[in-house]
């Protein structure tokens, strides 16, 4: 089946760094991809949709200047969390959609990514 | 490799009972999800099992066993808005989510 990777597997930084997640599809190639972020035991939150060679689309209350999407491929996403603070600590999951699966609402997810704000 | 095994289709009637089943192996066992997502939606948490045994949530219910490597989840009163798909969950050793491919429930009046 289709994976989709991302790195890094967990970060601790200190606060007021920044930093950058990788999502990549490994054996196909997905022209959306989606940010989710997930508190424990709680609901995938969608952060944002992004779309190759397009601006990403934010869903409200999820401000674009501090987490920045880049979707410079088919098969990689980049998810930059800027001036990282505390309260930004989370689980990062991105998830891919393969166009040519059969169901065409098919999403592959990542493992995530722990991030830890000092 | 790690792996999670789920059915890919499931079919069932409105006011009947399913049982999807969920297969895994994992470096490592830190817990078991299950999650909704309808489609075009963020999947929805419904149950996280770490300890062998059921645990019941309303009308869903969750099912470990970690010597078996198998988890269910079992929807019972079934509605029209429980088609969705299912989605099953591990987080390993490291803490990592190794995901199912999800199970498509569609329910038929």
């Known amino acids: 089946g289709a994976v989709v990777s991302q790195h890094p597997s967990w970060v601790i930084c200190k606060s007021g760094t920044s930093v950058k997640i990788e999502c990549r599809s490994l054996d196909f190639q997905a022209t959306t991809m989606f940010w989710y972020r997930q508190f424990p035991k709680q609901s995938l939150m969608l952060m944002a949709t992004?779309?190759?060679?397009?601006?990403?689309?934010?869903e409200q209350g999820v401000e674009k200047d501090k987490f920045l999407i880049n979707h410079a491929s088919l098969t990689l996403s980049t998810l930059t969390v800027t001036s990282a603070h505390p309260e930004d600590s989370s689980f990062y999951i991105c998830?891919?959609?393969?166009?040519?699966?059969?169901?065409?609402?098919?999403?592959?997810f990542g493992p995530g990514t722990r991030l830890t704000v000092l | 490799g790690q792996n999670i095994d789920q059915p890919t289709e499931m079919t069932a009637t409105e006011g009947a009972i399913v049982q999807i089943n969920c297969t895994y192996q994992t470096s490592g066992f830190n817990g078991l999800f299950w999650y909704q997502q309808h489609a075009g939606e963020a999947p929805t948490f419904l149950s996280y099992?770490?300890l062998d045994g059921l645990e019941e949530k309303g009308r869903f219910s969750s099912f470990l066993s970690r010597s078996k490597g198998y988890s269910y989840l079992l929807l019972k009163e079934l509605q029209m808005k429980d088609s969705a798909s299912y989605l099953c969950?591990?987080?390993?050793?490291?803490?990592?989510?190794?995901w199912g491919a999800g199970t498509k429930l569609i329910i038929k009046p």
């Open positions: 969950a591990v987080l390993d050793s490291n803490y990592q989510l190794i």
């Open positions: 099992n770490v």
């Open positions: 998830s891919a959609r393969d166009p040519l699966a059969g169901e065409a609402d098919t999403q592959y």
């Open positions: 992004s779309n190759e060679g397009s601006k990403a689309t934010y």
